[in-house]
């Protein structure tokens, strides 16, 4: 049993298909998929098909090149939505200092007002990070010093010493298809480093295709391909990774467990 923490099913090359992308997924044995949202406009659709999936589960939030355009965010609003039964995580948000899309205060801000809610509710936040590692550790640790919360970075890509700060901090980290990438020699090195317990597989689908796949539309299917990649660094075998991948989502995300 393998789990995708990490797909857009709403987006374009998913969503044209979405029964099919599910069937193909759940027959290449991934029984759960985490539908991850990125503005408002997106929540009642990711939690629409949550509910109407028995095995898909939704996250809301603000990813940050949305910032700007939800600069007023009503806590609230985020307060109700996660609410809801199949309203698993909060996210994705965080810091994109690469695209700088929006006004670096704002994501900051932002994101600080996801982790209100989620030390709140005790559901994980799900953290976008790209070239804003030393803003992102400053924020994680000042946040977790007012009150612990669970939290993840997905698609981790960054650096090995970013990675173990935020091991310290007792974030997990999860891996896409980019650690199959032959250029990804520092990510493929802490992918064998980081502890059992703390480690997720995802897709970020339509994105990221790993190899076989790449230059294809990324499926959550593919998150066999990533498991099975992970295990070859690892030395153990695909199920190993399928179950101890399986074991840490239902544990982090344990209003799924529920």
Not at 131 to 157: R, V, Y
Not at 239 to 250: P, R, S
């Amino acid at each position: 049993m393998l789990i995708d923490s990490h797909c857009h099913l709403e987006y374009d090359g998913l969503i044209e298909d979405q029964d099919g992308v599910l069937d193909r997924a759940r027959s290449a044995g991934v029984q759960g998929f985490l539908n991850i949202s990125t503005k408002q406009s997106e929540w009642d659709q990711v939690v629409g098909t949550a509910a109407r999936e028995i095995d898909v589960w939704a996250s809301v939030g603000i990813h940050p090149h949305h910032a700007d355009s939800h600069a007023d965010l009503d806590i609230d609003d985020l307060r109700k939505a996660v609410s809801h039964p199949k309203v698993i995580a909060i996210g994705e948000t965080g810091l994109d200092y690469y695209y700088d899309k929006s006004d670096r205060q704002v994501q900051q801000e932002l994101f600080r007002r996801h982790i209100t809610v989620a030390r709140e509710t005790q559901l994980p936040v799900i953290i976008h990070t790209r070239d804003a590692e030393e803003d992102t550790a400053a924020i994680l640790a000042e946040e977790l010093g007012k009150g612990a919360f669970p939290a993840l970075i997905h698609c981790f890509t960054a650096s090995a010493e970013f990675g173990q700060t935020v091991l310290d901090l007792g974030l997990t980290i999860s891996l896409s298809g980019i650690v199959t990438f032959k250029n990804a020699k520092e990510l493929q090195e802490v992918a064998k480093s980081v502890p059992a317990d703390r480690i997720l597989v995802e897709t970020d689908s339509p994105f990221l295709a790993p190899v076989p796949h790449r230059g294809k539309t990324c499926e959550p299917a593919y998150v066999r391909n990533t498991a099975e990649f992970v295990a070859e660094l690892r030395d153990t075998t695909v199920e190993d990774i399928a179950e101890t991948t399986t074991k840490n989502f239902f544990r982090l995300f344990a209003k799924a467990a529920a």
